[in-house]
């Protein structure tokens, strides 16, 4: 492969490895056009989901957590080969630490916000219905068990519908910036139960966040996945 040819990726990867060795190659201009994760758009106006998630919550939430995430992923990826590598990549080949949780904190989040909606609510339809249905038993029996597990989850995390590599269903309640892409699994459905997306509108009760985000699921944005 020719210089001229050379991926933009091949190009990053051989920066991280020779920045050092060959700075007239590897210089600030270069850097500088590596890429940068931005803050992605959310899918519906800071006030939609008022009352259920006030627009105060949003604003904080997304506003200040979110993009604190995606600030602290770009610090620590600059200069390294993460640098070239997508996000969901990070999230499955980054070791336990600051890495992963900023990068599974800022795929996690963009997750959740997709995973909700206006005038949402209800109950699936089609062959995400008929999964639900030969996982759980009945969708009942699925919302029980995904509110429980988000209900009771100690401290921080994410409570999960995936889909397993053989096609079944389950739910997983994962601590702090767990992400199911590095079980394996295909997240379906998130609610984020760390207390920031909660505690300005319901304080300490978990539990009716927990209703109110059951009456916010895009279900039709679920079937998709
Ligand atoms: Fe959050």
Same mark, same amino acid.
């Given at each position: 492969?020719?210089?001229?040819?050379?991926?933009?990726?091949?190009?990053?990867?051989?920066?991280? /490895?020779?920045?050092?060795?060959?700075?007239?190659?590897?210089?600030?201009?270069?850097?500088?056009?590596?890429?940068? #994760?931005?803050?992605?758009?959310?899918?519906?106006?800071?006030?939609?989901?008022?009352?259920?998630?006030?627009?105060?919550?949003?604003?904080? =939430?997304?506003?200040? !957590? =979110?993009?604190?995430?995606?600030?602290?992923?770009?610090?620590?990826?600059?200069?390294?080969?993460?640098?070239?590598?997508?996000?969901?990549?990070?999230?499955? *080949?980054?070791?336990? $630490?600051?890495? #992963?949780?900023?990068? /599974?904190?800022?795929?996690? !989040?963009?997750?959740?916000?997709?995973?909700?909606?206006?005038?949402?609510?209800?109950?699936?339809?089609?062959?995400?219905?008929?999964?639900?249905?030969?996982?759980f038993?009945?969708?009942a029996k699925f919302k029980d068990k995904f509110t429980e597990t988000a209900v009771k989850l100690?401290?921080? $995390?994410?409570a999960?519908?995936?889909?397993?590599?053989?096609?079944?269903?389950?739910v997983l309640g994962?601590?702090?910036?767990?992400?199911?892409?590095?079980?394996? *699994?295909?997240?379906?459905?998130?609610c984020?139960v760390?207390? !920031?997306?909660?505690?300005?509108?319901?304080?300490?009760?978990r539990p009716?966040?927990v209703t109110?985000?059951?009456?916010?699921?895009?279900? *039709? /944005?679920?079937?998709?996945?």
């Amino acid at each position: 492969m020719s210089e001229m040819r050379m991926s933009r990726r091949n190009l990053l990867k051989l920066a991280a /490895a020779g920045a050092a060795a060959a700075p007239w190659l590897f210089g600030s201009r270069a850097w500088a056009a590596a890429k940068e #994760f931005s803050l992605p758009k959310l899918p519906w106006p800071e006030d939609a989901l008022a009352p259920l998630i006030s627009k105060e919550t949003i604003s904080y =939430h997304y506003g200040k !957590h =979110h993009a604190a995430y995606v600030k602290n992923l770009n610090m620590l990826v600059k200069g390294t080969p993460y640098a070239s590598m997508s996000l969901e990549e990070i999230v499955k *080949k980054a070791p336990a $630490g600051t890495l #992963f949780n900023n990068a /599974a904190q800022d795929w996690n !989040h963009t997750f959740y916000w997709n995973c909700l909606a206006p005038q949402a609510g209800g109950e699936p339809t089609g062959a995400l219905a008929e999964a639900i249905e030969k996982s759980f038993g009945s969708f009942a029996k699925f919302k029980d068990k995904f509110t429980e597990t988000a209900v009771k989850l100690f401290g921080s $995390g994410w409570a999960w519908l995936v889909r397993n590599p053989d096609g079944s269903l389950a739910v997983l309640g994962l601590s702090n910036a767990g992400n199911p892409l590095t079980q394996g *699994k295909t997240p379906l459905l998130t609610c984020d139960v760390w207390e !920031h997306a909660y505690y300005i509108d319901y304080r300490n009760r978990r539990p009716d966040y927990v209703t109110a985000f059951w009456k916010l699921v895009d279900w *039709k /944005a679920v079937g998709e996945r």
